[in-house]
Each structure stands twice: as C-alpha cells, then as structure tokens.
C-alpha cells in the first residue's frame, strides 16, 4: 500500500515546487514530497532524470459511451488516456443518448467507476438533446456527477438560451464550456476557408465563425457573470477578445488542442480524412495567435479534444467523413516539441497548462502534489525519442495525422490513486 518514487524533479505549479525530490505514497494519497524520505516497505519507483508532476487533466475528451461503442468506449478511451500521461478526464455528452439527464450522467460514472482505467468526469448538455432549445436538467446532472456543460459540436445558437444556461450555470457554480461557432457561417464547410480550400475545391470554414460566436459568448459571459470557458480556440481574433475580456476581469478561461498549435491548414494532406476536424486546422498566423496566447497566459489550458471515429466512417471521402481525430497518446510530445523544446515556455508553465490551468476551471480536487491529495501523478521524460504508432494505440480508433511522428520526450508512467494505471515498456 505504499510507494516510494525517487529521485525525481517534482514539478508541482500549485505550490510552485521545482526540486529534486521522493514522493511517498501510502493508501493511494499523497504522503509527503521531500528530498531523501524512506520507508523499508515502501515499493521503489526510481524517477531519476525524469520529471514527476500532478497527474495531468483532459477537460475535453469524447467517450462515445454509451452509443457509439464501435468508436470508442469509457474503458478503451481511459486507457489511451492513461498511456498519454493523463489521470482524469472528462468527457463530452455527444453521445446517445445525449448526457442531458441525471440518468445517463450517473450511467457513466458508474461505468467509469467499475472500468475506467483513469478517473473519468463526465460534461452534461446545456439542452435537452443539445438540440438548442430548450435547457437541460443542470441540477440533476451536477448532483449526478456533472463538473461542467457544453453543447460541444452542437454550439448553442438562441442567445436568449445561452444566457438562461449561464445563469443557471453560475447558479449551480458550474463552468460553461463554450464550443463558439456560428453554425450558419460555417454550414457545409469541410475545412478553413483560404487558399487552399479553393484550390482542392472544398467548401470553406472561415475564422469568422468562430470569432463571432467568442464574442457573443464573452457578452453574456459579463451580463451573467458565469464562468464561461472557450474550448479549442483556433483562431487569431478568438485569441485577442479572450485576452480582453480576462484583462476586464471577466471569469473567461480557454484552452487549446495540440493539432490547433501544431498544424496548419498548409501541412494538410490533400483530401486525407486525418486532418479533417472541427475547428479545422487554421492559417499559419491563426496557429502563430494560438501559441502566442499559450505563452502570454491567455490561453490556461491544453485540452485533446480527442474525438475517435471508426475507420469505416473516416475512410469515406473528405466531404462524407465525420470531422475530429484522436489526441490522447500524442499530446505531451506534441507539447513538448512545439511549445518546450522551441523555447516558446518553460517547463514548468507546460505542467500548468495540463494541471493547474484545467483544475482552476473545473475544481476537481486534482492537479497538486500537496500532502493528502490523491496520489495521481504523471512521470515523464523530456528526452527519449519514441515514434507513435497509431495501430499500437489503446483507443478503438485509429484517425490521427502523427503516425509514424518521432516526438522527444514523453509519458513514462500514469499513477490513478497511488496505483499504475500505465507504464512505459
């Protein structure tokens, strides 16, 4: 019942520790953190030149459970979590049913209570259905389990609905996490809408549809004063109204997806099915924006977004196929290689992003190394050179643009409650 990790640089942003250091942990919670500790019955973890953190936090992450099982599952998905460095994620109600009741909120945590490898903490519907009209049971759900809501994929379109659930969110103390896209500028779009989207004759999203529905939001964000938290922000004006409105005062946090600050739209594979998301993959100036922001502040957390779908419904043609592609396994090293090793932040704010920056929105109890919180824990490296394999992946799908990437650096071992979830073979 006890564990004794050695030697390792203990990272924790929430008391702002940068040491070498032992973690011991006895009956799955935190013990004590300090140079030198023992204890003779202690299993011995040796973390030397390694990097031991809080257990890292994805705010937005796609089950499919219950439902769309095919794609992915409450125990499949928290394993890639677990491999991926994170111990707690939490997972969007777009599935079927919809998470719009206490019923289906309590259907997944006992589901993830029983197989989840991970802690799992489920998002309810704004609406009922996430159909826009008219509001879910947001009592019944927080009660059930619920730490947030989102309409993700379905955004909110009746401002008037919109402003009753963030009132009724701040209400309940729940953020409102925010998927900010006009549904009647981006209809039919396929990808960002530029040179590109022309020259391969795809239909175009543009940066508009994003932008107007971050201001709408950040408007009522101020009138009702909830939490209003933007999701997978991907564009340069998105980026500048955020960080207005955080310079206002105004309770607004955002996060930002690895594709979104890793790709562009001009290292797309013409028509590869991979690369289609939503938001798409941006400008070079929007995705400049995007880590810009993340090395300012404005942007306070990394989110996968990881959304899988089964090869038979990606392997269709480009304007047939869902939009989203799985993130769990790869976003460390993506993080790593673009925002780390580039210089752009230092290491220590990169564990904020995926610690601190997450629990400050959705107040999970997690994100710290303080003596008697859960021993959940992220260990990783900075250095070792692993190639993805996306068919060795735990997920049920397969649909991701880094298979076969080289990353420097990435998770060693996944600690849930004092026990391993995943080790590094």
């Keep these: 019942m006890a564990l004794l990790i050695r030697n390792g640089r203990v990272m924790d942003p929430a008391s702002r520790t940068d040491r070498v250091a032992d973690v011991l942990i006895r009956d799955g919670t935190i013990a004590a953190v300090a140079p030198n500790l023992s204890l003779p019955q202690a299993e011995i973890f040796d973390a030397t030149g390694l990097v031991v953190a809080p257990g890292f936090i994805d705010m937005h992450v796609h089950l499919r459970e219950p439902g769309f099982e095919h794609a992915e599952t409450i125990e499949s998905g928290s394993r890639a979590a677990a491999a991926g460095g994170f111990t707690s994620i939490c997972c969007m109600p777009n599935t079927k049913p919809v998470n719009d009741s206490a019923t289906v909120t309590s259907y997944i945590v006992e589901r993830a209570r029983r197989l989840g490898a991970v802690n799992v903490f489920p998002i309810g519907a704004i609406t009922k259905g996430s159909a826009g009209e008219e509001l879910a049971a947001i009592g019944a759900m927080k009660a059930a389990g619920a730490v947030a809501i989102s309409d993700d994929g379905r ?33 039919g779009g396929d990808m960002h809408e530029g040179r590109l989207s022309v020259r391969w004759g795809l239909r175009g999203i ?122 769990l396994e790869t976003a460390l090293g993506l993080a790593l290689d673009r925002l780390v090793h580039s210089g752009r932040i230092a290491l220590m704010r990169l564990v904020e992003l995926f610690t601190t920056g997450p629990e400050s929105v959705l107040r999970l109890g997690r994100g710290t190394l303080a003596a008697g919180a859960p021993a959940d824990l992220t260990i990783f490296s900075t250095d070792f050179e692993w190639t993805y394999d996306v068919n060795q992946s735990f997920s049920r799908s397969r649909n991701s643009p880094f298979h076969g990437r080289t990353f420097r650096g990435g998770p060693v071992a996944t600690l849930v409650n004092g026990a391993f979830a995943w080790r590094r073979s």
């Design 206 to 327: 543009p940066a508009a549809s994003e932008d107007v529905m971050v201001a709408r939001d950040l408007v009522l964000a101020e009138i009702t004063g909830a939490r209003c938290h933007v999701a997978h922000i991907s564009t340069r004006n998105a980026v500048t109204m955020v960080e207005y409105a955080r310079q206002r005062g105004l309770a607004v946090t955002c996060e930002a997806t690895p594709h979104h600050f890793s790709l562009t739209d001009e290292e797309m594979l013409p028509y590869d099915s991979n690369y289609k998301m939503k938001p798409p993959l941006r400008a070079p100036s929007d995705c400049s924006a995007v880590v810009d922001g993340i090395a300012a502040g404005t942007i306070t957390a990394i989110a996968t977004d990881h959304a899988p779908h089964a090869g038979s419904e990606k392997m269709q043609e480009f304007e047939s196929c869902p939009f989203g592609i799985i993130g």
């Design 155 to 187: 955004p909110v379109m009746n401002s008037l609905v919109m402003r009753r659930a963030m009132e009724f969110a701040r209400a309940y103390e729940l953020p409102v996490i925010d998927h900010c896209e006009d549904l009647n500028l981006s209809a």
